[in-house]
């Protein structure tokens, strides 16, 4: 099973050492792409090519993005790291037990997310991904090097990745992350129209309806029968209104 398909994410990295650490752990286990998401380090500097050793390639080929989601354009499974818990109502999951999901269906992209040095991911970024991976460590110090926790990942997602003979891929079509957004984009501006979310509330309630969806694994069939029942709902209205006028 290849693991060409995923992406491993670093949102806002500011240190070049980590950076050029990650592409060497990265290349150690089969994985070559890597995507910057506004970067505040210069991933090509001396310190991070010396990290690199023989991975500067990773470095070199590696995609700079402004935004999360462009970072995620694409990918139909999404899987985000925290260091701490969160009040999430999906619940967090060790490595081993999440990462396989990643590659079930290895001909398609995939992300693995990881956040800043210092605070990691905020809520609003928590939510593009479907299930949320925490490494579990020692009480006395709990707080994991960047570098470290991807290499840990990474050594995981190459252990799920090997051939099985008993292994079967399961024929889920799951829609990319950026059908999906647009889906949540539509149904927030229907929600307000109708007035069942205001402005000060669309926030926090979307963010329930995307974990809602997120760990429902939206295919893309369902994604487009979901977006039809809103665009109805959007015509009944208009027609209504249409009507009453006259």
């Known amino acids: 099973m290849?693991?060409?398909g995923l992406r491993i994410v670093l949102v806002e990295p500011a240190g070049p050492i980590n950076?050029?650490?990650i592409a060497r752990v990265m290349k150690n286990f089969g994985l070559y792409n890597l995507v910057l998401v506004n970067p505040q380090c210069d991933h090509l500097s001396a310190e991070a090519l010396?990290?690199?050793v023989h991975a500067k390639e990773i470095l070199e080929s590696a995609v700079l993005v402004a935004t999360l989601p462009e970072a995620l354009h694409g990918c139909v499974r999404a899987i985000a790291t925290t260091g701490r818990f969160r009040s999430l109502q999906t619940p967090l999951e060790t490595p081993r037990t999440a990462l396989p999901w990643l590659v079930e269906?290895?001909?398609k992209p995939a992300a693995l997310i990881f956040g800043r040095e210092d605070r990691g991911l905020t809520n609003e970024e928590l939510n593009y991904a479907h299930r949320f991976v925490c490494i579990p460590t020692n009480q006395d110090y709990l707080i994991l090097n960047l570098a470290t926790a991807v290499g840990i990942c990474c050594y995981e997602l190459s252990q799920s990745a090997q051939p099985s003979e008993t292994q079967t891929l399961p024929q889920t079509e799951l829609a990319p992350?950026?059908?999906v957004e647009a889906y949540y984009q539509q149904l927030e501006s229907l929600l307000l129209k109708i007035g069942y979310v205001y402005p000060h509330t669309a926030a926090s309630r979307m963010e329930k309806f995307r974990q809602l969806y997120?760990?429902?694994?939206?295919?893309t069939g369902e994604v487009a029968m979901l977006r039809g029942i809103l665009q109805q709902v959007e015509w009944a209205?208009?027609?209504q209104s249409s009507s009453e006028k006259l």
């Open 237 to 239: 209205i208009k027609n």
């Open 2 to 4: 290849s693991l060409a």
């Open 50 to 52: 010396v990290m690199a």
């Open 105 to 107: 269906e290895p001909e």
């Open 19 to 21: 950076v050029g650490a």
């Open 177 to 179: 992350l950026d059908i």
């Open 214 to 219: 997120n760990r429902a694994h939206l295919k």
